[in-house]
């Protein structure tokens, strides 16, 4: 059975995109049959963070307005086996999705694939509705800043209230929480909210934790998802993320000080 | 889609909205028999009768001719603004529109709420209010009124009892609301706007286990989080309306 994920967040510029490129890398690495779907219609940029940006004929508009076939539109990942690519329109605005047609375009990709990654808009407009309004599951993307993680809590809400599980009263959404950008330094001199903070606001269920990181910057320029990037931190943090949400339990890294702490901690321990 | 075509130019747009309202239950018809109960429910609670909106519910009287224009201005004269009738005959109905009411179709019976629950305070036995509530037929337990909300109440979210208390396990977090006619009470953080004794009973509070809250509220007389001393913030707190102010203390 097919798992409809969404990657929201409300704010925007935390990572949402990043985060939908590099969790469907990973989990198409691990063999899973993997689609990702832009909803970000008129600002569309997972083509570009996924590298495919010159091979987009149709999109997701064209297919739901019947002008194009969804086997048209999906576009096969370069880099790894089992990995699709949905693209957004950049020419139409939010208004050309319907639910009628999203409904459709997911129920036939649930025949084929075992993993739909819906890429959300910022927001809690239409289309960040539609992107998560038929979804199994959510991953909450958050910075740790005061605005990121109220506009989380909002997206939670309407988690809970605006979706078709939340309609029909049945198992409500499974929440995760993604914490990205994180920086452990601005951490402990009190410039970030700590991990413990954001979890005792949100109080949902940790997925991952991904360090701040030039990995991740060249990554999105170079159009390659930085899970291909095995030695970054970054890269191996989204890895542990899709390991966790395919069950397995992992210990969490990066959300402390390295090493050369010592003297930090001595004096930039006094500072908080 | 279209509706928002030309947003720039509309006078108004439609909502919708789930607001707060009092439903007064008539058990007897009589415009006089009315009169009194409400003279001795206003030297009661005063700060309730503020041109309050109510619903006249009419569901319990079974007589297909009302008074209806009569008992409004009873209501009137005693501070409370009929918006609407709730119930009764097609007569009934057909009044309350040469009226400018609104009309509203009765509920189950197991959903119907007393405007006793308004007031916590208990009246004294053998008097004509309480003797009324007593008599009438399928009230709802009391307790009934009362809220429970397991979980996060999170950022735009608005919880309300309106009849009642509202208890809410969990936070209450940054930019949601919670609302109650009674007292309300947060186990976990609160870090939101906590309005209690929205129909203007003083004697409501707010018990929380972390304060942290944006806006505190008791029947109207608020503190924004500026106001609140900075030694309770973080401490588990209750608030309550005394001598004409806002007083927020430490719990236990």
């Not at chain 1, 957004?88 to 939010?94: P, W």
């Not at chain 1, 409500?172 to 929480?177: D, R």
């Not at chain 2, 940054?174 to 009674?182: N, Q, R």
Request: hydrophobic share 40%; net charge negative; charged share 25%.
């Amino acid at each position: 059975m097919a798992r409809i994920i969404v990657v929201t967040s409300g704010k925007g510029g935390v990572g949402k995109t990043t985060s939908a490129a590099a969790i469907s890398t990973g989990l198409a690495l691990r063999g899973k049959k993997t689609v990702v779907i832009d909803f970000d219609v008129g600002l569309r940029n997972l083509d570009l963070i996924m590298g495919c940006e010159r091979r987009v004929v149709y999109d997701l508009v064209n297919v739901i307005q019947g002008e194009a076939g969804l086997n048209q539109a999906l576009i096969r990942d370069k880099r790894v086996e089992n990995l699709f690519i949905l693209p957004a329109s950049q020419t139409r605005d939010k208004d050309a999705l319907t639910q009628e047609g999203v409904a459709e375009i997911l129920e036939k990709l649930k025949e084929d694939f075992d993993f739909i990654i819906c890429d959300s808009p910022a927001g809690i407009e239409r289309g960040a509705q539609l992107a998560m309004y038929f979804a199994d599951e959510a991953i909450v993307v958050t910075n740790p800043e005061v605005s990121s993680v109220r506009d989380s809590d909002r997206i939670l809400g309407l988690l809970a209230s605006k979706t078709q599980r939340a309609e029909r009263g049945g198992d409500p959404i499974k929440e995760h929480l993604l914490i990205t950008r994180y920086n452990p330094e601005r951490v402990t001199t009190g410039d970030m909210l700590t991990l413990e903070d954001i979890r005792e606001i949100l109080s949902v269920h940790l997925l991952g934790l991904i360090p701040e990181s030039e990995a991740v910057l060249r990554a999105s320029n170079q159009g390659v998802p930085v899970t291909h990037d095995a030695s970054s931190d970054a890269g191996q943090a989204y890895s542990d993320t899709v390991s966790r949400l395919l069950g397995e339990e992992l210990p969490l890294r990066f959300h402390e000080v390295q090493r050369k702490g010592l003297l930090s901690r001595m004096f930039g321990g006094s500072r908080r | 889609m279209s509706l928002n075509a030309d947003s720039a130019n509309v006078a108004f747009t439609f909502k919708g909205g789930m607001l707060p309202m009092t439903v007064m239950e008539l058990t007897s018809a009589d415009p006089e028999h009315i009169r009194r109960q409400l003279a001795g429910k206003l030297s009661q609670s005063p700060a309730f009768f503020q041109h309050t909106p109510v619903v006249l519910s009419v569901e319990k009287l079974d007589e297909p001719h009302l008074a209806l224009e009569r008992i409004c201005a009873v209501c009137r004269d005693h501070k409370l603004l009929p918006v609407a009738v709730r119930g009764g005959s097609e007569p009934v109905r057909q009044s309350a529109w040469a009226l400018g009411l609104g009309w509203f179709a009765p509920v189950e019976e197991s959903r119907a709420r007393t405007l006793e629950s308004v007031s916590r305070t208990p009246e004294p036995a053998g008097d004509e209010a309480s003797s009324v509530s007593a008599a009438a037929p399928g009230e709802v337990d009391r307790r009934a009124a009362t809220r429970l909300f397991r979980g996060t109440v999170r950022s735009g979210q608005q919880v309300s009892a309106s009849d009642g208390d509202l208890i809410v396990i969990g936070a209450v977090n940054a930019g949601a609301e919670v609302l109650a006619a009674g007292s309300i009470h947060v186990y976990g953080a609160l870090r939101g706007r906590a309005l209690a004794g929205i129909h203007g009973n003083t004697h409501a509070g707010i018990y929380c286990r972390e304060l942290e809250a944006e806006l505190l509220s008791v029947a109207g007389n608020y503190k924004r989080m500026e106001d609140i001393d900075s030694q309770l913030l973080g401490c588990a707190a209750e608030v309550h309306f005394t001598k004409e102010q806002l007083e927020i203390k430490p719990l236990g």
